[in-house]
C-alpha cells in the first residue's frame, strides 16, 4: 500500500442542493479511493455560503451514510466564494488541501497525482498549488489544461493553454491554479492570506492568488494524471446578470495589475492601454470597461495598501515570473 498525505476537501456552496447531489457522489468516492489506497485520513468540508435552500438539511441528513467523513461549515451571509473557501481552509484539519467548485466531479483516481506532487517537490519547500486537467462535464471537451503565462498589449496573459498528458519528472509549471479544480498547501495558503477580499464576489481571485504565489517564490503547478469534469458557472449565472458578470471580471483584472504589476515599463504600458481602451469604449460598445475603470478607481486606497505589502514581500520580479513560461514556450516548441 502506497503511502499518502492526509487532506481535506473544501467545497463552497451557494443554494446549491441540486449541484451536490449530482457531483458530491463522486468526490465521496475518489476521497474514499484515495484513502482505502493509501492509508491516509480524509475529510470533506463543505461550506454553505448562507443557502436558503435545503443544502445544508440534505448534507446533514446523509453525513452517515458517506464513505468519508462529511461536515458542514455554515454561514450565515453570503460572503461570496473567496472567503467562503478562506472559511473552509481555516476549518480543514490536515496539510494539504483540494478546493472543488460544487458543480465538480472528479475521477476515483484523481486525488493521488495531485497529493503525489507534493510529496515528491516538497523538499524545495516552494510548491504553493497543483490544479487538474479538466474536461468540460456536459460536452467532454479539453476546458483545463497548463496555462502559460505572458505580457501582451499593457496586460498579463493568463490564458494560454498548453496541453501535455504526460506526467513530468517535474511538476509542470502553470500560470494560474483555478480555485475550482486544485490542492493547495494549507500552511502556504495561510501564509499567503488566502484569497483576497478585494475580488469578491467573484472572478480572478484564483488568479490573484496564483500570481501572488510565484511573485513571493512559490510555484504553481499542472498535474495531467488527475481528471475533473466541470459544469461552468452553474451558480455564478443564478447571481449576476452577463453584464455584471463582465463588469466585476475587468474590475478585478485591473485589481490584479494595480496591485502586483511592479515592473516599471511594464506598468507604464499597462497604464497607457487602460487610459485607450477608456477613451474608446463608447466606440467599441465596451461599456463595461469603463465602468469597471471607475469602479477599481474608487478602490485605490486599498489597491495601494495592497501593493506596497506585496512589493516589500516579492521575491520575484514581473520579468522572472514571466521568463518561467517563455522558456516552457521555447521549450515545447523546439519538440514540435
Known amino acids: 500500500m502506497a503511502a499518502g498525505t492526509d487532506l481535506s476537501i473544501v467545497i463552497p456552496t451557494w443554494n446549491g442542493r441540486h449541484l451536490l447531489e449530482r ?24 461550506v454553505d455560503d448562507g443557502s436558503t435552500d435545503d443544502s445544508i438539511a440534505w448534507m446533514t441528513g446523509r453525513s452517515r451514510s458517506w464513505e468519508v467523513p462529511v461536515r458542514v461549515v455554515a454561514l450565515e451571509a453570503n460572503v461570496g466564494f473567496g472567503a467562503a473557501c478562506n472559511r473552509g481552509v481555516s476549518a480543514a484539519e490536515h496539510p494539504l488541501v483540494l478546493l472543488l467548485n460544487n458543480d465538480v466531479a472528479l475521477d476515483s483516481s484523481a486525488i493521488a497525482p495531485l497529493a503525489g506532487r507534493f510529496a515528491r517537490e516538497d523538499p524545495s519547500g516552494l510548491l504553493f498549488a497543483v490544479h487538474c486537467r479538466v474536461l468540460d462535464f456536459d460536452t ?27 506526467p513530468g519528472e517535474r511538476v509542470w ?23 483576497d477580499a478585494l475580488f469578491a464576489p467573484f472572478y480572478l481571485e484564483d488568479v490573484e492568488l496564483s500570481y501572488r504565489a510565484w511573485k513571493r517564490g512559490f510555484t504553481v503547478g499542472y498535474e495531467p494524471e488527475s481528471l475533473a469534469r466541470h459544469r461552468f458557472s452553474s451558480t455564478i449565472r443564478d447571481r449576476a446578470s452577463e453584464a455584471e458578470i463582465r463588469r466585476i471580471s475587468q474590475r478585478n483584472r485591473l485589481f490584479l495589475h494595480w496591485i502586483h504589476l511592479h515592473d516599471r515599463a511594464w506598468f507604464l504600458q499597462h497604464v497607457f492601454w487602460v487610459v485607450l481602451l477608456f477613451i474608446t469604449a463608447p466606440l ?26 506585496e512589493r516589500d514581500l516579492a521575491r520575484r520580479r514581473d520579468r522572472e515570473v514571466i521568463e518561467v513560461f517563455e522558456t516552457l514556450r521555447d521549450r515545447k516548441k523546439k519538440a514540435r
Open 284 to 309: 467599441t460598445l465596451r461599456i463595461d470597461f469603463a465602468r469597471a475603470v471607475i469602479e477599481a478607481l474608487g478602490r485605490l486606497p486599498e489597491i495601494r495598501a495592497r501593493r506596497g505589502k
Open 140 to 166: 467532454g471537451a479539453e476546458a483545463g489544461t497548463g496555462q502559460l503565462g505572458g505580457f501582451r498589449r499593457g496586460f498579463i496573459r493568463v490564458h494560454d493553454a498548453y496541453g501535455t498528458q504526460s
Open 23 to 46: 457531483f458530491l457522489p463522486s468526490v465521496v468516492g475518489a476521497a474514499a479511493s484515495y484513502a482505502r489506497t493509501t492509508g491516509s485520513s480524509v475529510e470533506i468540508v463543505v
Open 173 to 195: 509549471p502553470s500560470m494560474f491554479a483555478s480555485g475550482g479544480s486544485s490542492m493547495v498547501d494549507r500552511t502556504r495558503f495561510v501564509e499567503l492570506g488566502g484569497f
